[in-house]
């Protein structure tokens, strides 16, 4: 592979993480914070940042544990575990260091921090590049679209839902209901992505 | 037998290690990074100061402090209950607070406590009743039976507790998981007790049907089980004032008013005041003879007990109607109508036709007191 093909490689992962195998659209993965956490344009922001930060940093981490620690055991299925433990603790880690080293950062992102430990995305986004085989790059690239990618989602989401403060919406419909509707439109629209780019 | 399972331990070593480093280094992250030395958390403008490691969060550290902020979610900021007003030292609000406060909340400086941060001296006020809010631990020591669906309850506490409560206030009472019921919940219930005594308290309770701690309370409670309450609460008490008081309660409503009598007798109160207890039938009157005692030990205490609806006109020689009508006759035969001061226990609509009575006499509102539970 030459250089220039290398590049053009990286961006087709990039892009197809985002667009057209968007995490959340196409893999429903991160629902709940996507559906709970949606409500604000400012707080989707928030709470996408912290996301991308988390997965980008954690796809790495995931990647060296798989390859230097259960690759060469053998001990694959072991991954599930191992790669929650190491999420788990890089999100406590990050907070503890973030809220007391700079409150501002702490304000805008860390208090969204416990809020994604869970977040099945990011798991995910560790299990994608180990079935898809990527290196080092490729995964952290990959994680990083996938964090994009799912915060594009939210803060659409989010500004969808600022003006639907402003309409008449059914009774029955109110709240999840409605959301989960719209969750299902922006995913169609998604899918106007598929086939421009394959990120496997 | 060693080679057989090795396949089995090694894996099991290797990420129970990982585990075990990744812990072991976030214990160590802890104790080094969020060491944020004692921090002097000030309640009530130096009313108590504590100084405390900080680090944790405002609800959980007034909680180890045996002071309870009312909070449904566990410090998830889900719920929006555990508001707190921060002086000085929490910083801006956060994004997680937002959506719970208004913009008189937001200038106030009204916090979610489970959200502040104990990082550096904070400076905060709480409203003083949540500073004597307690748990206790009980046996009830008596069940008397008031009407055919109403009984009193008299719980002494363990441990040699004792409680501290304005006469009128409530407690809230733990029905705990039983036969009928798979979830936890509290109740509210006036204390109807003479305020001397301490060590034990009375309630009064009227059985709803279906009522998760009322059945526990009517069914399951016996003699010499332990309960648990917490309390107390509520703004129902008598104001420290001169002017005549119209007592208006309605069935177990009763509760609060005896408590606050036998305080008045206590103190040797020489308020005017008057008292209308209003029940259907004769069967539904209790408490009748105590509180004739009561205005016969009080000079300027009346006790009218009005029946709605008595079985026959031999039966019941007393006043019948409907208590707010009665009340009403009364405050018209009144010179001085508007001095005075309203207390009011019972049914929300009778609460609700009570106001609408004395508020016609125009008592004003903020002299007309009672707490709504349902």
Known sequence: ?200 | MGMSMAPLIVPIAIVSAIGAALAASLVFAERVITNYGDVVLDINNGDKKITIRGGGSLLETLTTQKIFIPSACGGRGTCGYCKVRVLEGAGQLLPTEEPYMDDKERALGIRLSCQVKLRNDLKIEIPTELLTIKEYRCTCDEIIDCTYDIKQFKLKFLDGQQINYTPGQYVQVLAPLYEKSNEEVYRAYSISSDPEDKSAIELIVRRVPDGICTTYLFDYLKQGDSVKINGPYGQFYLRDTSAPIIFIAGGSGIAPIKCIVHHMKNTGNTRKSIFFFGVRTTADLFLDKEMTQFAADLPHFRFVPVVSQPESETDWKGTTGRVTDVAEAYLNEQKDASDYEGYLCGSPGMIESSISVLTRFNIPEDRIYYDKFS
């Open chain 1, 1 to 200: 592979m030459t250089p220039g093909n290398h590049m053009l490689h990286l961006l087709v992962i990039l892009f197809a993480s985002i667009f057209t195998d968007n995490i959340l659209l196409a893999r429903f993965l991160g629902m709940c914070s996507f559906l709970s956490v949606s409500r604000q344009v400012k707080t989707a922001v928030g709470l996408g940042f912290a996301v991308v930060f988390v997965m980008t940093f954690t796809t790495a981490l995931d990647w060296f544990a798989y390859r230097h620690v259960l690759q060469p055991y053998g001990i694959e299925y072991f991954r599930f575990i191992l790669f929650i433990i190491i999420i788990a603790a890089f999100v406590q880690f990050i907070e503890m260091a973030i809220e007391r080293y700079s409150p501002a950062l702490y304000q805008n992102l860390g208090i969204f921090l416990p809020l994604i430990t869970v977040n099945c995305a990011i798991l995910g986004a560790s299990l994608f590049m180990v079935i898809r085989d990527y290196n080092l790059i490729e995964g952290v690239v990959f994680g990083f679209g996938s964090g994009a990618g799912w915060m594009l989602a939210i803060v659409t989401m989010a500004g969808i839902r600022e003006k639907l403060n402003n309409a008449r919406i059914p009774r029955g419909l109110q709240g999840p209901g409605i959301t989960l509707i719209i969750a299902g439109l922006m995913a169609l629209a998604f899918i106007g992505f598929t086939g421009v780019l394959s990120g496997q």
